[in-house]
């Protein structure tokens, strides 16, 4: 198990390696000067080239990206130009408001993805299976802005029942919720659908059933029980995109998260900014897919003994 | 289960063949010039009326006119983003197949290292930093998207490399790029082609995701995507300026989606090798 997350641990490393060359990459291929950026257009040219010098925009290529690397280890991920803040503060400091979106959002579309899932599981190829099925297509092709924008119209606007935007109270929480768990419940149901309908057509559900068991309890305590391990590995995942910030719920609702940040970072063409916050996201996607792995070993030691996969 | 695919792909093919006569057919289905001020309510949005039944925006363009256009530039920035995104991904995942070994190896490295940033994000940032045009855009929803089509065609090309056709033609002495072209492509066809077609609502999610960011195709082009962004201002008063072109996503996204899991359901293939 040890020799198995160690494996897993340097490969990450190496997919976080790829990582920074793309996010160094964001600032090289960027064709404003970030000197002139940061002292304003009208700047002397001393001055620019002191703020070059500061930078290290003066060093080859390979030093500064070592020097990206070796700050971003430290934590420094540089400072916004727009903001004047250490970068990795201003992420931080967004980081709560994300996370309680990300939670709230996850746990509302694994309740109503699993409940989906099991019910056109238990009506197989009957009514409700076909109807769950368009509805869960309907979900996966909302466009989340959209979907947001209505849901403020008609509930914040028309309905005045919820706050409009912002963070004001739990309430805030509930149409930001739903804009984001929609989507996700509907791909989970697919999912869930799938793997419940293999896992009813294998021999240890007929032995279930052979043994006198009701459908109802073959269902959820054999069927279930297989098929929602490959559910939970993928919302761990979908965990780590949420935590990462989610640009257009937090944007369309005025949330103070780190999508929200990213949005500005790119209107302002904030550079720092826009790299520390894809480099975050990025790390925590990697982080989270190690969880994962390990976790998905500990339960199948087929994975661990290194037998598949 | 087969006879509901069917219907499900029949509807999805029936929707999209109405969105594609639509796109081309824009110049003649449009009541009014897409970027033109039609109506007399110039600086205020006017909802639907029996001239103008979707409404007309701010500067008294007609809305239905405008979402017709729009067809035309979303189905095309879509299309040929999926394109690019299937160009990338199949070249990719038929070397990593076929080859193994060192090149697998670094090719599916870059394709975790790929994954792991959050697409949406990413695209943002590459947007940004080239500049918004009609190209950028191509290329960076191509650049973001081609992980999932590289996964599943390296799949499907690894077991196809073991069947007993491809090991006759490498033993008469057909080289990789002949094999790979004429004996593990055409059979990798048909999921590839799957791939199209969901991969189509992808981009056309991500498409319009950027477009209401700012970061679509620039104007005047009046894309479904834009048109809601630039409805913001009047959510209040003129909640028709974002329901509509909304509406019109949606159904082009839900098309291209029944089309291509109705096909998987027909033929019962799993969602998740597909995924």
Same mark, same amino acid.
């Given at each position: 198990m040890v020799a198995f997350i160690l494996r897993r641990l340097v490969v990450g490393a190496g997919v976080l390696l790829g990582v920074s060359i793309v996010t160094f990459l964001i600032a090289f291929v960027v064709p404003a000067d970030p000197a002139v950026a940061m002292a304003g257009a009208k700047a002397d040219p001393q001055t620019l080239a002191m703020i070059r010098t500061q930078l290290g925009l003066d060093q080859p290529v390979y030093v500064q990206y070592a020097q990206y690397v070796e700050r971003a280890l430290h934590g420094d991920l540089g400072r916004s130009y727009? +903001? +004047? @803040?250490s970068v990795t503060d201003l992420i931080v400091g967004r980081f709560p408001a994300t996370a309680i979106l990300a939670v709230s959002a996850m746990a509302a579309a694994l309740v109503l993805g699993v409940a989906m899932g099991l019910i056109s599981g238990a009506w197989r190829d009957r009514m409700p299976d076909h109807l769950l099925l368009v509805l869960s297509l309907g979900f996966v092709s909302i466009p989340v802005f959209w979907l947001g924008t209505m849901l403020l119209i008609v509930a914040a606007l028309y309905l005045r029942a919820l706050p409009l935007g912002g963070f004001s109270g739990w309430s805030s929480l509930i149409l930001p919720t739903i804009t984001l768990a929609l989507g996700s419940a509907g791909y989970y149901a697919r999912i869930l659908h799938t793997n419940l309908t293999d896992a009813l057509d294998q021999e240890y559900v007929r032995t279930a059933r052979g043994k006198g068991l009701s459908r109802r309890q073959v269902l959820v305590k054999h069927a279930l029980a297989n098929a929602l391990i490959p559910l939970l590995t993928l919302a761990g995942l979908d965990l780590a995109g949420l935590l990462s910030g989610v640009v257009l719920t937090e944007t369309v609702f005025n949330w103070p998260g780190i999508g929200r940040l990213a949005y500005e970072a790119v209107v302002n063409l904030d550079i720092p900014l826009i790299m520390g916050t894809v480099l975050f996201g990025a790390v925590l996607v990697v982080l989270a897919n190690i969880v994962v792995d390990v976790l998905y070993a500990w339960l199948d030691p087929r994975i661990r003994l290194g037998a598949i996969g | 289960m087969t006879a509901k695919g069917k219907l499900m792909e029949m509807t999805g093919a029936f929707m999209i063949t109405l969105l594609v006569i639509t796109a081309i057919g824009a110049p003649l289905l449009a =009541?009014?010039? =897409?970027?033109?001020?039609?109506? @007399?309510t110039f600086g205020d949005p006017a909802g639907p009326s029996r001239a103008f039944p979707l409404g007309t925006d701010e500067l008294g363009r007609d809305v239905l006119s405008r979402i017709i256009w729009g067809a035309r530039i979303s189905l095309e920035v879509a299309v040929t983003a999926m394109v690019v995104t299937m160009v990338i991904g199949v070249a990719i995942g038929l070397i990593a197949g076929f080859f193994g070994g060192a090149a697998d190896f670094a090719l599916m490295r870059l394709t975790d290292m790929m994954l792991a940033f959050p697409t949406l994000l990413l695209a943002m940032a590459f947007v940004t930093v080239l500049r918004p045009s009609l190209l950028s855009i191509l290329l960076v929803i191509g650049l973001v998207s081609w992980t999932g089509v590289a996964r599943v065609v390296r799949a499907e090309t690894l077991s196809l490399a073991q069947r007993d056709f491809v090991l006759a033609a490498r033993a008469l002495g057909a080289t990789p790029r002949r094999l790979i072209i004429w004996h593990v492509l055409p059979n990798a066809l048909p999921v590839i082609v799957v791939m199209a077609v969901l991969g189509t609502s992808g981009t056309l999610l991500l498409d319009a995701g950027l477009s209401f960011l700012g970061l679509g195709v620039p104007p005047p082009t009046p894309s479904w995507g834009r048109m809601i962004e630039e409805s913001t201002m009047y959510f209040r008063t003129a909640p028709w300026l974002a329901a509509f072109p909304g509406l019109a996503i949606f159904y082009a996204v839900l098309a291209f989606n029944l089309l291509g899991y109705g096909y998987l359901r027909r033929r019962g293939a799993s969602n998740a090798a597909l995924k």
């Open positions: 727009i +903001r +004047r @803040e | =009541p009014h010039d =897409p970027a033109q001020a039609v109506a @007399e």
